[in-house]
């Protein structure tokens, strides 16, 4: 633990996370190459934008730089957290939520994605297959979408993740990245069931390509 005290140690655990979280990595290499990526494209300040919006290579250096930011906090809150199942956990979903409303940009942000896959790939990370080959792939048969798809895909992920780990903490902790991610997308989950607005990204309809033959 960095401090005697529980509670104060994990609150400077979140807080930290948070702000680690909310880097912008996206918005800084657009404004290396001169573009404003919250007014390109999607306008998500993520690595998916990032690829689509500057380029390949800056989009992959984004995407690592998120992942990197969800692998570190993972670490860091496993290691400081005396070693509490619960507080890892937490600490992510600062850091999605970190990511998602960027204190530095205006509370502006991204979707906290590569985020979680970062914390994922240190706290679990055979159940990152689990999640984009399974879940994510019903989800994008039933709904052909790639945020509701993904939100979907979050939620039932979470209870399966509570059957793996044998911890209800992992169920409570996904769920919790699940709302999140629903808030950040709330107006996107709306469109799409009050307008019949279906949005692929391109990058994950190259992923999931056999999907979308009709599409």
């Given at each position: 633990m960095l401090l005697k005290n529980f509670y104060l140690n994990t609150t400077v655990i979140l807080v930290f996370s948070y702000l680690v979280g909310a880097f912008p990595s996206a918005y800084i290499a657009g404004k290396i190459k001169g573009i404003d990526i919250s007014k390109r494209g999607s306008r998500n300040i993520g690595g998916m934008n990032a690829i689509s919006s500057l380029g390949i290579a800056a989009g992959i250096m984004v995407a690592i730089a998120d992942i990197g930011k969800g692998t570190l906090i993972a670490w860091l809150a496993t290691k400081f957290s005396a070693h509490h199942p619960f507080i890892p956990l937490l600490a992510v979903v600062a850091a999605v939520a970190g990511h998602n409303w960027m204190i530095y940009i205006g509370f502006r942000g991204g979707k906290g994605i590569a985020t979680l896959v970062g914390a994922l790939l240190f706290l679990s990370p055979f159940s990152i297959l689990w999640l984009?080959?399974?879940?994510?792939?019903?989800?994008?048969?039933?709904?052909?979408?790639?945020?509701?798809?993904?939100?979907?895909?979050?939620?039932?992920?979470s209870f399966f993740m509570w059957y793996r780990e044998n911890s209800h903490y992992w169920c409570i902790g996904m769920l919790m990245v699940t709302i999140v991610y629903s808030i950040k997308s709330f107006s996107l989950f709306r469109t799409y069931f009050t307008e019949g607005r279906r949005d692929i990204s391109p990058i994950v309809k190259k992923i999931f390509k056999p999907f979308f033959r009709d599409a």
């Open positions: 984009y080959l399974y879940f994510m792939s019903a989800a994008i048969i039933l709904f052909k979408d790639t945020y509701v798809s993904q939100g979907a895909a979050f939620f039932f992920f």
